[in-house]
């Protein structure tokens, strides 16, 4: 099986653009999750979608947004980016949210804002 | 605030010694504890779980120690071997399935000495 494949790899932006990032999970998982890893504060919670539906999100504010397709395929938006933004972006997949399973992530899209 | 502590940044072991790495947790709604692997430029790997009705998981080198009365988990490999070197995560999740997230611990780099 293939694993979670994220694009673009490396992205620069200029403060106040905006970007937009891709996820497509394992074939079969239907759950996607979003993570922003900085040195600073390691990894934490963005969101995670299940059925193009939102189940939750972390402590971000809402400049940070995302969507699930029927395909469960993911994109995750920043608007109008600021220096702080600058992280590796994870995205991660698992099979089942009704129980404990494991996130699987990719290898992540590593965004610098200039 | 953080829930999930890691306090060794680094931690250096022989080839085919022991490896022990150490967890702290805050929030005893952490019902299901898992470990990653990273290494630089990837994304993390799943390494081993264990849920709160346990004490131990073992699979293969890795076994997973829980000890829910000190809020500790450590992560045992043995024996050490020279592709171990990497940043090990510890995760922990509260009960719905995961629908708040993972919570990271900031990671331990582990070096394994010829």
């Known amino acids: 099986k293939a694993g979670v494949t994220q694009t673009p790899r490396y992205l620069i932006k200029t403060r106040g653009q905006q970007v937009t990032l891709s996820c497509s999970p394992i074939?079969?998982?239907?759950?996607v999750s979003w993570y922003q890893q900085t040195p600073g504060q390691g990894l934490q919670f963005l969101f995670e979608?299940?059925?193009?539906?939102?189940?939750n999100k972390g402590n971000f504010p809402g400049r940070f947004s995302g969507r699930q397709f029927s395909n469960s395929r993911s994109e995750m938006n920043v608007s109008t980016l600021e220096l702080g933004d600058s992280a590796l972006y994870l995205c991660?997949?698992?099979?089942?949210?009704?129980?404990?399973?494991?996130?699987?992530f990719g290898n992540g899209t590593r965004l610098t804002v200039t | 605030d953080q829930q999930v502590k890691q306090n060794s940044p680094s931690l250096s072991v022989q080839e085919g010694r022991i490896s022990i790495l150490n967890c702290d947790y805050t929030n005893s709604m952490f019902d299901y504890f898992l470990w990653y692997k990273k290494y630089p430029a990837e994304g993390p790997t799943f390494l081993i779980s264990?849920?709160?009705?346990?004490d131990k998981n073992e699979d293969g080198r890795f076994t997973v120690f829980l000890n829910k009365s000190a809020k500790h988990l450590s992560l045992h490999i043995v024996p050490s071997q020279p592709g171990d070197s990497a940043v090990y995560f510890c995760a922990a999740s509260a009960p719905g399935g995961g629908a708040d997230g993972l919570t990271f611990g900031k990671g331990t780099h582990l070096i394994i000495q010829p």
């Open positions: 264990i849920s709160s009705i346990k």
């Open positions: 074939s079969g998982h239907r759950s």
């Open positions: 991660a997949s698992r099979a089942t949210v009704v129980s404990n399973s494991p996130l699987h």
């Open positions: 979608y299940f059925s193009e539906t939102q189940r």
